[in-house]
């Protein structure tokens, strides 16, 4: 992917070895920073430590012309001329994509790199939230197993899972609101309903609960096909496979 054709936000620092830039991402003030030119500042100082001691020896205004001609100790200089901060730029801006939709000067951390917008514009949107989830989910469990919470765990992400089924569902950002409503309350697109889950006994919806809420009878559940067993795609709990289509279950 091409790098953006501008510099994000950036302040300019000194620690006592020449001054360096910070670029910031635009969406979560994530830093890079440049390398300072050591070997220059190194360079530059021994300079000028020299032409300081032979002006410094002009007879009544040496000290005066050598504090006025030599200027700023480069180990201390907070500024950079444009030259100077395009080399700088250059040092990071492998690591930053511009969005051509929302125009910000993102890290890698927040870009789409397969699909070359940032993740909140990608059309991949739900998929790496998705992800993101699963990840953060996976990081969760494992904290929670070294505790001997696991069963907790499991019973809670088991109900997350049951609301989430039970809810009307945004197809372009995900969001989630109550079932029957009709468009998203973030981007106002039509939301996509959830599938009905009737009770076998009295007809009622039971909203992914194991027992029916209604009259009590116990729901029972086959267990969601991993895999499709004609083309080995992945099912993610659906009824047909999103591959091939063949009947799940």
């Known amino acids: 992917m091409p790098v953006p054709g501008r510099m994000p936000r950036y302040d300019i620092r000194n620690d006592g070895a ?39 020896k002009i007879p009544l205004f040496g000290r005066a012309v050598a504090d ?17 901060l395009e080399k700088h730029w250059g040092q990071v801006k492998e690591y930053f994509r ?33 992800a993101q989830a699963e990840q953060a989910a996976s990081v969760a469990k494992g ?25 009307a569902r945004c197809p372009k950002d995900g969001t989630l609101a109550a079932p029957g409503t009709k468009f998203c309350p973030n981007c106002g697109t039509a939301m996509v309903q959830p599938a009905a889950d009737p009770c076998p006994k009295c007809g009622a919806d039971v909203k992914g609960a194991n027992f029916c809420p209604n009259c009590g009878t116990k729901i029972e559940r086959v267990a969601a096909v991993a ?19 063949t009947k799940l279950g």
């Open 98 to 130: 511009e969005c051509p939709t929302c125009r910000q000067i993102l890290c890698l951390s927040d870009f789409d790199e397969k699909a070359g917008f940032c993740n909140d514009d990608s059309p991949r949107a739900n998929e790496i939230a998705q």
């Open 68 to 84: 006025n001609v030599l200027g700023q100790d480069p180990r201390y200089d907070n500024t950079l001329n444009p030259q100077q």
């Open 227 to 245: 895999k499709c067993p004609s083309c080995g795609a992945e099912t993610k709990g659906a009824k047909f496979c999103p591959n091939c289509g």
């Open 18 to 56: 020449g001054p360096y830039a910070i670029f910031y991402c635009d969406k979560f003030d994530r830093e890079y920073r440049s390398q300072p030119d050591i070997a220059g500042t190194v360079a530059s100082d021994i300079g000028r430590q020299a032409a300081s001691d032979a002006l410094r």
């Open 143 to 167: 904290i929670a197993n070294v505790f001997g919470l696991g069963d907790v765990v499991k019973k809670a992400a088991d109900a997350a899972q049951r609301a989430s089924a039970a809810a």
